[in-house]
T-cell receptor
Framework: DGGITQSPKYLFRKEGQNVTLSCEQN?????MYWYRQDPGQGLRLIYY???????QKGDIAEGYSVSREKKESFPLTVTSAQKNPTAFYLC??????????????FGDGTRLSIL | DAKTTQPTSMDCAEGRAANLPCNHS???????VYWYRQIHSQGPQYIIH???NNETNEMASLIITEDRKSSTLILPHATLRDTAVYYC????????????FGKGTKLSVKP
């Protein structure tokens, strides 16, 4: 089955530690996205990438970093500079510029907590 | 991207049709209407999208008014598993990525 896989489902971080969240897709999508969701809130865009080796900051990029070395993968690193990292992190993908009206599809998320 | 307005919550009896309204009175000509739903602790699930014609797929139907200022998502035979928060989003293809999720409608399907 084609889809988006996020791992791990739950992640715990100590103060001052960097952690990396994995996102892999086998939908052959060009574009990939990272969102953050806080309890009772909507999604906020962290970073997005329309093509391999290129990515742009979203609305709340501070304290986060990404890479896009392969089409299938878009890992997100939550650095120690992110002061309030506890949240539900969602990865999405879409066809991108080739089919701009096609929807984004989401993974099942990673829930990050601070110890 | 245009802003949307949805009721905070709705109830529906199991087996009946669930009709979820959305107002998007400032929608522009190149903006599509997308519907997603989110079950607790899961990622949003894409349901359906459309521009101006009514659309139907295996999950739902989307009815868009002729002036495109509002739309209705119809789940024809709601089940308990359809209990979720439903989001109506208006977006143009030119948007660089941001899907703006508002607070959505909490649909409770009751036996």
């Amino acid at each position: 089955d084609g889809g988006i896989t996020q791992s791990p489902k739950y992640l715990f971080r100590k103060e001052g530690q960097n952690v990396t969240l994995s996102c892999e897709q086998n939908l052959n999508h060009d574009a990939m996205y990272w969102y953050r969701q806080d309890p009772g809130q909507g999604l906020r865009l962290i970073y997005y990438s329309q093509i391999v080796n290129d990515f742009q900051k979203g609305d709340i990029a501070e304290g986060y970093s990404v890479s896009r070395e392969k089409k299938e993968s878009f890992p997100l690193t939550v650095t120690s500079a992110q002061k309030n990292p506890t949240a539900f992190y969602l990865c999405a993908s879409s066809m991108g510029h080739s089919r701009p009206y096609q929807p984004q599809h989401f993974g099942d998320g990673t829930r990050l907590s601070i110890l | 991207d245009a802003k949307t307005t949805q009721p905070t919550s709705m109830d529906c009896a199991e087996g009946r049709a669930a009709n979820l309204p959305c107002n998007h009175s400032t929608i522009s000509g190149n903006e599509y209407v997308y519907w997603y739903r989110q079950i607790h602790s899961q990622g949003p699930q894409y349901i359906i999208h459309g521009l101006k014609n009514n659309e139907t797929n295996e999950m739902a139907s989307l009815i868009i008014t002729e002036d495109r200022k509002s739309s209705t998502l119809i789940l024809p035979h709601a089940t308990l598993r359809d209990t979720a928060v439903y989001y109506c989003i208006v977006r143009s293809g030119g948007s660089q990525g941001n899907l703006i999720f508002g607070k959505g409608t909490k649909l409770s399907v009751k036996p």
